[in-house]
């Protein structure tokens, strides 16, 4: 094992003066407010959608099941989790009865009273089709609905698309800061 530093930039974005004007997704998807019963399913969507991403290796407990449950756990009982700014995002599988859950994110409130984004996540078989777009937006909503200014995120530098995704909505760069993790050497 070795350490890597992994280059992260924080993006801020106001939340005065920001329409969250949502498009409706395709018919087959739905959104849930967070449900304490619905914790499971977060962390699932949270192992699935990093577990092959280079968050893992910055993150490892995003890239192992256990992690992602205990992160989960942990992100809901802290005193200063958003429950407004927390949603699933689910897929009805024509045939099937159930649901599929394929979209998740979290917030919680930072000691300066912003909201920060935690951890978003679509599952590879639904990207691109508008959820992340949708979970940003709604988790950004809930923030202001609770009367916050401001929201931001941090992201891997090296993560292009989550980059473009955050600027398209608005979010600017504010900050490069340096995450060391251990990584195994090849
Ligand atoms: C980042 C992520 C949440 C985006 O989810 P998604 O549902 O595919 O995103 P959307 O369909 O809403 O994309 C919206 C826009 O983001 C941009 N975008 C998103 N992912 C992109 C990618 N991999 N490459 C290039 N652009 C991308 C596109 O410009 C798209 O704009 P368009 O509608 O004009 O095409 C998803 O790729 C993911 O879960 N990645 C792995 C986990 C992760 O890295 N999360 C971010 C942690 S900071």
Known sequence: MGITYFKRFRMEIDLLGTLFEVAPLPLAYHLLPWDECLLQEHAKVKYHSFCCEIDANVFPCLGDPEGCSRLMSDISRREDFVAEATWLV???????????????????????GSGSIQNVGVIP????????????????????DIGLK??????????TGAVRLYRQLGFRKVRTVYKAAEVACV
Not at 91 to 112: A, H, K, M, W
Not at 137 to 144: I, S
Not at 150 to 159: I, M
Request: proline share 0%.
């Open 150 to 159: 401001k929201a931001f995120l941090e992201v891997t530098a090296q993560n």
């Open 90 to 112: 689910q897929f009805d599988e024509v045939g099937r009865s159930g649901s599929l859950s394929c979209g998740t994110i979290q917030g919680i409130l930072d000691g300066n």
């Open 125 to 144: 078989s639904h990207r691109g089709c508008g959820i992340g777009k949708w979970l940003i937006l709604n988790a950004l909503r809930g923030f202001r």
